[in-house]
DNA sequence: TTCGGTGCAAAGGGTTTGCATTCAC
DNA sequence: GTGAATGCAAACCCTTTGCACCGAA
């Protein structure tokens, strides 16, 4: 599989990583990560995230400033888009409705194509505040 | 304005960092704020944005994983995107047609409100490759 | 005179790397 | 057996902070 074709080991960290990404609805932080698979060492699990998204398993997301959050990547999950808190920062996962995503994606293409792009995908944001922080 | 309601000073620097954002159609990183504003020094830079953020003046973008980028918020420099290279990072500000932001916004808003969140605005970046990386 | 702004240098904190050891193929 | 993976600790790099001095109201 993916893993296989980068050269690549899928070693029992490995696995565990993307069981522990698989579980979750939203992007896992490191500290999210290392809390849940415990006694892994900080270089190792930076490491492997490194190797995952190299392979194309993982995806590093942008969103928070502070410390790197992690996801499987939309080949594996699916196109889906983030609800950030502006307050405190949670994630959540969103699927925007097809039809809206098409529309958007055929005037993002045509954007880029005019401004000397080759477009490969999107990313989309929801900024709001969620139940908690209000 | 925005400075004085802040109860902040618009001094010299600020007023630099400001100018030279305005004459640029991307977010700049610090290495090119510094570049532009010589003999700033960092500790200066940093300060100032990080103020000129507060007021409500400037935003730092979130897409490169990297060093910091600042852009001027959309109060000042209206509503727009990012399209981002994904070889060597570069970014230019896109604008979507409006039909195609309100459509999307729409859907935007009502997916927050079905998930608990009270949306506040949304981010767009268009990911491809530009024409010096092809 | 007072309080914010500035510069320099040092401290912070998340992330990366060097190196010797261990493991998977 | 060989090259990748792992762990630990040290190094990195961007960013933030402490502190003394300067400047505007």
Known sequence: MLMKQATQ???A???SIV???SKSSTPLTIGDLLRKLPKVPQSSLYRNL???EQAGVAVRVKTSGDT???ELSERLAGHHHHLVCSRCGSMKDIVVPSSVEKRLDDSLHALAKSEGYVM???RLDVVGVCKKCR
Request: net charge positive; proline share 0%; hydrophobic share 35%.
């Open 9 to 11: 080991r899928y070693t």
């Open 13 to 15: 960290l490995r696995r």
């Open 19 to 21: 069981e522990v990404m």
């Open 50 to 52: 490194a190797v995952l």
């Open 68 to 70: 790197g959050r992690y």
């Open 120 to 122: 490969q995908h999107h």
